[in-house]
């Protein structure tokens, strides 16, 4: 989100993407197999929504603070936004 915000276009670390897919995988392969998913898998899957709706409303509110320069004139006086980093 920083890199966003900075103007930096930003990969995401390579292993989320990954394990975000053997997460589908897993779960895919209990429920075809009409077998009940294991706590473990289960938790995971809660705590990735979980953080997914955090992350959404903290992306949200960096970038209505930050992304405008004004506003982050505003809250970081001491910031010079003309110079570069």
Not at 4 to 13: D, K, L, Q
Not at 23 to 51: F, G, K, W
């Amino acid at each position: 989100m920083s890199d966003e915000v900075a103007g930096r276009v930003s990969s995401g670390a390579p292993d989320v993407p990954q394990s975000a897919a053997a997460l589908l995988r897993d779960r895919n392969h209990y429920e075809q197999s009409a077998l009940p998913i294991p706590p473990r898998i289960a938790d995971m899957i809660v705590l990735t929504q979980n953080l997914a709706s955090i992350v959404v409303a903290l992306s949200a509110d960096i970038h209505s603070t930050f992304a405008t320069p004004n506003l982050a004139a505003v809250h970081y006086p001491q910031v010079d936004l003309g110079k570069a980093a």
